[in-house]
């Protein structure tokens, strides 16, 4: 059972406050749901920087069962200088074992979100795409799936989730 969880928000525009974070909202309504009686924290939002989303991961994992990281799953600055830096996804795989992740492709081959989830000690790890529908859906399929141990079970249900926002 996992009572314990720590939210993460990440990038600039969350940290600056441009972008309004609702998906934080979300995902506690969810966990909840899970487990009515988890303790949940959220930590103020963490910029696009690699080491800094590094850390924040760190420390939670160190401190709770679940830690789950909201947005910087995308391509972004991969593939063009104009869009935003998505680090989280690259942070978790360099630092997860075991692990799971699924890479989503829009039309155009644009790398659309990649979602990881994996073990950091004893912690279960994962991320979230920063779009609201996105990341309610993946949270939702998370909570429909945590019962199982199994990262492939629930990666490939979140990443499910996702996809079917774009029919």
């Known amino acids: ?29 969810q ?11 959220r930590i103020a939002p963490v910029t696009d920087e690699e080491d800094k989303i590094e850390q924040a991961i760190r420390k939670a994992a160190a401190a709770s069962d679940l830690v789950v990281l909201i947005g910087g799953s995308g391509g972004g600055h991969r593939y063009s200088s ?27 081959g644009h790398l659309w979100s990649c979602l990881v989830c994996g073990r950091l000690g004893d912690a279960l790890v994962l991320n ?3 779009p609201f529908v996105e990341a309610s ?7 429909k ?5 199994d990262l492939e079970r629930i990666n ?6 996702v996809r079917k926002q774009y029919p």
């Open 82 to 108: 104009t869009l935003g830096k998505d680090f989280t996804h690259t942070a978790l795989e360099a630092m997860l074992s075991p692990s799971a992740s699924r890479q989503l492709f829009g039309k155009n």
């Open 31 to 41: 966990l909840v749901r899970y487990n009515p009686e988890m303790q949940i924290t």
């Open 145 to 149: 799936n945590a019962a199982s141990d």
């Open 1 to 29: 059972m996992i009572d314990t969880a720590t939210i993460i928000p990440t990038g600039d525009e969350i940290k600056a406050g441009i972008v309004f974070d609702t998906d934080s909202a979300a995902v506690v309504q």
């Open 137 to 143: 859906a993946a949270i939702e399929a998370f909570v």
């Open 156 to 161: 490939a249900a979140m990443a499910e989730a």
């Open 128 to 130: 979230l795409p920063g």
